[in-house]
């Protein structure tokens, strides 16, 4: 079983950055690979970027490539997501979730959730 707290959303303006963190709990941590997805109101929930257990792979959707990275700390069982350059339509609750078996961008596959951070960004 794996718990997951995402922390750092909030209010930004367009253009501006935040840093999103997701602590898990667990001795399991770097078994996992980790995702964060993101859902607006009125839509269906989205893929945004991906990381496996090392850290060394990472697979990003095409809507955040280049403007955000993910990043993680096994020892810290964390995982982060930095956001640069964002637009109103980064306008979601974001969620981080574990995948025990690969880095994977179906949301079907991942087996634990965290309870979700709102990020809201101005224009």
């Known amino acids: 079983q794996v718990q997951l707290v995402e922390s750092g959303g909030g209010l930004v303006q367009a253009g501006g950055s935040l840093g999103l963190s997701c602590a898990a709990s667990g001795r399991t941590f770097r078994t996992y690979a980790m995702g964060w997805f993101r859902q607006a109101p009125g839509k269906e929930r989205e893929f945004v970027c991906a990381i496996s257990g090392s850290g060394r792979s990472t697979y990003y959707g095409d809507s955040v490539k280049g403007r955000f990275t993910i990043s993680r700390d096994n020892a810290k069982n964390t995982v982060y997501l930095q956001m640069n350059s964002l637009k109103p339509e980064d306008t979601a609750v974001y969620y981080c979730?574990?995948?025990?078996?690969?880095?994977?961008?179906?949301?079907?596959?991942?087996?634990?959730w965290g309870q979700g951070t709102q990020v809201t960004v101005s224009s």
């Open positions: 979730a574990a995948d025990q078996l690969y880095l994977a961008t179906n949301e079907k596959s991942y087996d634990y």
